[in-house]
């Protein structure tokens, strides 16, 4: 059988997309394979009851040099440039400023001994000082950031990060999972519920095997989750093995969401925001009412998100409830009830939530982001130098695996003419 593509990509996240936008920009023959029944990967909204929440990521970070901005705008897509909830604690609640502050201040501090850590052990968690009482509110902070404890956090990796970041975050009203599944360019073949099993190289590209049967094209961008990389789940060629050790050095962490609907009028602000619990390490942040809907959302990292995939969504919902409670009176119970909640750590097509470096491994995306033969080509978050976990880090690495595969296949039809 012939070449029937130029190029394929494997996944259909903003990774996958990106890449096909740009290879459709240079008329170059694309077929996307995605495993699951829908596009997106970590980007997905859903609606419920009636609004479109963000399952995965939701914020356009560093919006103003994020690349989405431009399709959003490009495709009439409304972007929100108002402050995030989190920028406007919810009135009603009974804080202590000064431990706020405190808090606040304990995590700054963790933040610049990173900077000593970073070029010593690299281990961010020997950047806590023992016996401070804030070291909870770091670890659950580190936790919606990288998904892990400090001591599975490389600190160079981390600051990589931070030091990238504009500050600017944005909004998609109609939610950042429509948005990426949205944008792929109609010229570019797509075949959904379609699990790549192997990938071999030929004489002249490679063979990609599914169930429905073998497809060969010049090159393949593998844009698929470290997670899924490191596994075997997919059959990659003999000399890979490099790449999936970068890939097991770059896991995912743990995030999840939980989304609570407001059954009855309440002084729940719209458009605010709460944190649980200052001292509880598992304390989730609350997006309270988010563009006025009667939603509260629970974001949860690390140890917090390990109750929802070790102990299942109930328990992930008592605990939330718990915390609401104790910010709100314990009459908020008869207000609140369950809507939805993720569960991307149990996902076999993901199995996470965005990828973390080990402790002295942050150069594993540098190795993970480099070509195989000029055949096989790797994007996705945990590719990026700096914006990686971000949903423009994967379409820019998408970007820059389709220029790759592009100059790989000009320089053969060269040597070939």
């Known amino acids: 059988m012939g070449r029937e593509f130029d190029v394929i990509i494997v996944g259909g996240g903003a990774a996958g997309i990106g890449a096909a936008r740009w290879l459709a920009a240079h008329s170059t023959a694309a077929l996307l394979l995605e495993a699951s029944s829908r596009l997106g990967g970590r980007a997905y909204t859903q609606d419920l009851g009636g609004y479109p929440l963000d399952l995965g990521c939701e914020w356009l970070h560093s919006g103003d040099r994020n690349a989405w901005v431009g399709v959003a705008e490009a495709s009439g897509f409304p972007v929100d440039r108002g402050d995030p909830p989190w920028a406007k604690a919810h009135p009603s609640i009974a804080e202590d400023v000064d431990d706020q502050e405190a808090a606040r201040h304990a995590y700054g501090d963790w933040e610049e001994r990173l900077r000593i850590v970073a070029s010593g052990s690299d281990q961010a968690s020997d950047a806590l000082e023992p016996g401070v009482p804030w070291n909870a509110y770091v670890r659950a902070i580190a936790g919606f950031m990288s998904g892990v404890a400090p001591e ?81 789940a997919i059959r990659l060629p003999a000399g890979v093995d490099p790449w999936r050790e970068a890939a097991a050095a770059l896991p995912l962490g743990c ?57 299942g969504p109930a328990a992930g919902f008592a605990h939330v409830s718990a915390e609401l409670a104790a910010l709100f009176g314990s009459d908020v119970a008869s207000a609140i009830r369950p809507l939805a909640a993720t569960s991307w750590s149990r996902m076999a097509s993901i199995g996470g939530a965005y990828s973390c470096a080990l402790p002295g491994r942050s150069q594993a995306r540098a190795r993970l982001a480099q070509p195989f033969e000029d055949r096989l080509f790797f994007a996705g978050e945990a590719t990026h130098p700096f914006d990686f976990t971000t949903a423009h880090g994967a379409h820019d690495s998408g970007q820059r695996a389709a220029d790759e595969a592009m100059a790989a296949l000009g320089n053969r039809r060269g040597k070939a003419a």
Do not use: C
């Open 152 to 232: 599975r956090i490389s600190a160079a990796d981390y600051l990589a990060y931070d030091d990238a970041s504009t500050g600017r975050n944005w909004n998609l009203p109609l939610g950042y999972g429509t948005l990426v599944a949205a944008s792929l360019p109609s010229s570019t073949a797509l075949r959904l519920a379609t699990p790549v099993e192997q990938i071999d190289l030929t004489a002249d590209g490679v063979a990609v095997t599914t169930r429905a049967g073998v497809v060969r094209a010049g090159a393949a961008i593998l844009t698929v989750s470290t997670a899924v990389l490191a596994g075997d």
């Open 255 to 311: 995030n999840e969401k939980l989304f609570l609907e407001i059954g009855r009028d309440s002084a729940f602000e719209p458009d605010t925001h709460a944190y649980g619990n200052l001292h509880d390490a598992r304390s989730a942040a609350y997006s309270i009412r988010p563009n006025g809907w009667p939603v509260i959302e629970a974001f949860l990292g690390g140890d917090g998100a390990r109750i929802v995939k070790e102990d």
